[in-house]
């Protein structure tokens, strides 16, 4: 097998150099899109030599109209009797896994004639159906966004579009590319909120002398900061795997990084709260820059006159929920500030699947 390859630029070259002539060879009359988005950390460009050992493969969707969906079988069987067994040195074959179900590897036993090639013959309506359990059809409403999880949100709207005759595809991915801004005010508000529940009880559990309690809520605290960064650069945060590395492509990483890896590092509750009470002064003036709502004091105070320093998150928090304006919006931050579903949970089975996500919009009712 060939030596490593990012995923998407294999994925890419795939397309243009066998796929795309042997579609327009055997169907000239079909109008389509073709990319690689969804699952996988090549489409979030962070695969590696490692990540070849499962699930990965050169691979693709192929969106056609919803009316020829019915020509995806004679695309794949076209494809599994044309395409070469290997290109690029990469197999293109696949084969499932004996013991995890849906778990595929790539084939170097494969058949000239009998390829089990990776290319997903669907529509555009159909795939993100199964992504998010919404039809493209219908009008985003505030509880689908708040919803909708943000790992989900980025690979489908990062990955590549490698071509898209329809405009479909291309136009679904930009009404997806963020939150409508009320929304992210909501978002931002929820985020401080969770900053100002946890930093006093951080400092509070360490004067007690429950050192682990303490550290772990600084863990938590530093995870909350990180991810309002993701949302003050209008980011969608990756699952867990790929979050510290997304991070540190964002824009403030440089300045939060070094604080952040010394929380981490400290022995003592009051060196976490320094190191995070500097945090939240940076956080707030990366929200002040933003002239989104009222500026607020960047600087940290003691909590009641104890010696806990805290940044006073309520008050950004009411600051940005004052700036709201959509009426569904308002009356789900006067229900309180439980955020999304990136923010109220962080269960993976909850956040990577969607037959829950009807009942959770009720939430928002």
């Not at 969608?236 to 492509?249: D, I, T, V």
């Not at 929380?263 to 933003?290: I, P, T, Y």
């Not at 959509?326 to 993976?348: C, M, R, Y």
């Amino acid at each position: 097998m060939s030596h490593f390859m990012p995923g998407l630029d294999l994925s890419e070259r795939y397309f243009f150099e066998l796929v795309q002539p042997l579609v327009n060879q055997h169907f000239p009359e079909l109008n389509y899109a073709a990319a690689l988005i969804g699952y996988g950390s090549e489409v979030l460009g962070f695969d590696t030599e490692m990540s070849m050992d499962h699930a990965w493969a050169a691979r693709m969707q192929l969106f056609v109209a919803e009316d020829e969906l019915a020509t995806g079988q004679e695309i794949d069987e076209m494809l599994r009797a044309e395409l070469p067994t290997h290109f690029l040195g990469f197999p293109l074959g696949t084969k499932p896994s004996d013991t995890e179900p849906g778990v595929f590897f790539m084939d170097e036993d494969g058949q000239p004639g009998k390829v089990m090639h990776k290319v997903n013959v669907t529509s555009v309506r159909e795939f993100f159906r199964a992504e998010l359990d919404w039809d493209i059809r219908q009008a985003l409403e505030a509880a689908d966004w708040l919803t909708f999880p943000a790992q989900v949100l980025r690979v489908l709207t990062t990955g590549r579009v490698f071509f898209d005759n329809q405009g479909e595809l291309t136009t679904v991915r930009e009404k997806l590319g963020y939150y409508p801004a009320d929304v992210w005010l909501y978002l931002l508000a929820a985020g401080w909120d969770r900053i100002g529940q946890e930093a006093p009880l951080m400092q509070r559990a360490g004067y007690a002398g429950d050192d682990l309690g303490s550290a772990i809520m600084a863990s938590r605290l530093c995870r909350d900061i990180m991810s309002l960064c993701f949302t003050l650069e209008k980011q969608y945060a990756p699952y867990p795997k790929w979050f510290g590395s997304a991070f540190m492509q964002l824009d403030c990483a440089g300045e939060f990084s070094g604080l952040l890896t010394r929380v981490h590092q400290a022995h003592h509750w009051e060196e976490r709260g320094d190191l995070l009470g500097q945090a939240c002064e940076l956080l707030a003036c990366k929200q002040n820059d933003l002239g989104l709502a009222e500026a607020q004091e960047e600087k940290v105070s003691f909590f009641h006159g104890r010696p806990f320093k805290v940044i006073g998150a309520e008050k950004f928090s009411a600051a940005l929920v004052e700036r709201i304006s959509d009426p569904t919006v308002q009356k789900i931050a006067k229900k309180g500030l439980v955020g999304s579903i990136d923010q109220f949970s962080d269960n993976t089975v909850l956040r990577s699947g969607t037959q829950w996500r009807q009942a959770l919009k009720t939430l928002y009712c």
